[in-house]
């Protein structure tokens, strides 16, 4: 027993060795930890003390920056100026160069055309004379019916010559004026084609260059001015472009076919005259259905193409009235069906721009928290939790209060 108990002492000895051994690690851990605590403080005094440091050096460097701006600022203004300066020196320069090019411009075309002015006025002066020639000539023939052409005399018929002034049709005119000068001589009828002309058809006469123009020189240069023949290009280009209007009702489009024929091809046999005009009338038909049915007539003549198109046009129109209600009625479901089409479409599109910028959201969170440093507990060392909050750290702490 007596050795028992000294073993039980020396045990109860050996903890409280023990014991005292861990209150003195505890309390060098504490110190430890209190100095490692202050050690930490002094840091972050020294770390905001730096950052303080390095904020006031920030502002200065901004300051600085803000004054250098400022100062390019007012060079570059400096600058802008004087660029401005120089471009209004140099349009002034321009304009006063302008100024005088003009000038000298304007005092060459006055001098030209106070020359052309002369030479209009001796131009003049010999028209002037021919036109005096030729009014004796004409008042000859009218007071005596002799003309007198180079010491002869010649007696055309008295019969009176139409006369002309640009506005007509200068081949209706010529073939009027030649079958009543049909058996006249050339002399003749160049001295009545003149008395002839009136109004702006007596400037051709300026454009002649002799003295005493014959029959061909008259008429080459009427032609020139008055003519349908260099005109033909254009009436067939028009006519194959010519298309019925919307406007336009089958009569109206056919009576211009047959007038644009005749002046594109009028030289042309009365057939040939009548397929041109049958085609060109069938390739500008606004409705193809009712070009279509005219074709495969195969009509002679374009009367009869006409009647037929008029003919499928009316019988369209009689069948068009009654489906006319039922057509209103598919267009008004059709034009609904659209409208709940349009609107269920922006429904969905509105719900996918709502799902995307929540996705966008979430994934923009997500890589914020990512880049965050992990919070450790001191105690345990797990994370998202600190010491104070940890399930171990009151359990050792009531054990240190305990011994």
């Not at 280009?237 to 406007?247: C, N, Y």
């Not at 598919?330 to 721009?353: A, C, F, P």
Request: aromatic fraction near 4%.
């Amino acid at each position: 027993m007596e050795e028992s108990l000294k073993q039980l002492m020396e045990m109860l000895s050996a903890v409280k060795a023990s014991q005292e051994k861990m209150k003195v690690s505890q309390e060098e851990m504490k110190e430890d930890m209190k100095s490692s605590q202050q050690k930490l403080e002094e840091k972050l005094e020294d770390n905001r003390e730096d950052m303080k440091r390095g904020q006031e050096e920030l502002k200065q460097d901004m300051r600085r920056a803000q004054e250098d701006m400022k100062a390019n600022q007012e060079e570059l203004k400096q600058k802008l100026e004087d660029k401005l300066q120089e471009m209004k020196t140099t349009i002034e320069d321009s304009n006063t160069k302008l100024e005088n090019k003009l000038k000298e411009f304007e005092e060459a075309v006055e001098e030209e055309i106070n020359q052309v002015k002369e030479e209009v006025k001796e131009d003049k002066k010999e028209i002037n004379k021919k036109i005096e020639d030729l009014e004796t000539k004409v008042r000859q023939l009218s007071t005596t019916g002799v003309i007198k052409t180079e010491g002869t005399l010649t007696t055309p018929s008295k019969v009176k010559v139409p006369t002309y002034d640009g506005k007509a049709s200068w081949n209706t005119y010529l073939r009027q004026f030649e079958a009543v000068v049909r058996n006249w001589r050339e002399e003749d009828k160049a001295t009545s084609l003149i008395a002839a002309l009136r109004g702006e058809a007596l400037e051709v006469l300026r454009t002649i260059t002799e003295a005493s123009p014959n029959y061909a020189t008259l008429t080459s240069a009427l032609e020139r001015r008055y003519g349908d023949a260099h005109l033909q290009h254009v009436y067939q280009a028009q006519l194959r472009s010519r298309r019925q209007r919307f406007e336009e009702t089958l009569q109206q489009y056919e009576a211009d076919i047959s007038r644009m024929v005749n002046l594109a091809y009028p030289t042309t046999p009365a057939e040939v005259i009548e397929q041109l005009s049958v085609s060109s009338f069938i390739e500008g038909l606004r409705d193809p259905e009712i070009g279509q049915l005219v074709r495969l007539a195969r009509h002679k003549t374009i009367s009869e193409a006409l009647a037929q198109a008029l003919e499928i046009e009316a019988a369209k129109q009689a069948s068009r009235g009654t489906s006319k209600i039922r057509q209103v009625k598919t267009y008004q479901y059709q034009d609904r069906e659209r409208k709940m089409q349009r609107s269920s479409k922006n429904l969905v599109d509105s719900i996918k721009d709502v799902l995307e910028k929540f996705i966008d959201g979430q994934n923009s969170e997500d890589s914020t928290t990512n880049k965050r440093r992990p919070i450790l507990c001191w105690t345990c060392g797990v994370e998202r939790h600190v010491r104070s909050r940890c399930p171990q750290y009151p359990a050792e702490q009531n054990q240190g209060n305990a011994n």
